[in-house]
């Protein structure tokens, strides 16, 4: 599995917008499903979002619906995720991933890990 390769993290102030990147670095995706996940300091990674490549279904973790909007860009391979109206909870490294097995939206079921991108928050 080509890792992907996430972009556009950085610290802003609560109430603050930012919008994160994810490309493939090997050159297209190869999965139905693209997904962004976080983990902050002394938690497990989380679920934040999942969108469906040939349908831009959508999905989000209760947490962030309604401030976060993610979104894919056939042309560019790159999966977006909007993050309006932040909080310092949501704080974290950043990550995507790609779907490779049937089930629900955990860490288990996805691949193709990068490096992640860290937001902090201040409050």
């Known amino acids: 599995q080509v890792p992907l390769v996430e972009s556009g993290g950085g610290l802003v102030q609560a109430g603050g917008s930012l919008r994160l990147s994810c490309a493939h670095s090997g050159g297209t995706f190869n999965t139905n499903t693209m997904g962004w996940f976080r983990q902050a300091p002394g938690k497990d990674r989380e679920f934040v979002a999942a969108i469906t490549w040939a349908t831009s279904s959508t999905s989000y973790a209760d947490s962030v619906k309604g401030r976060f909007t993610i979104s894919r860009d056939n042309g560019k391979n790159t999966v977006y995720l909007q993050m309006n109206s932040l909080k310092a909870e949501d704080t974290a490294i950043y990550f995507c991933?790609?779907?490779?097995?049937?089930?629900?939206?955990?860490?288990?079921?996805?691949?193709?890990w990068g490096q992640g991108t860290q937001v902090t928050v201040s409050s």
């Open positions: 991933a790609s779907k490779t097995r049937p089930g629900g939206n955990v860490p288990s079921n996805y691949a193709s």
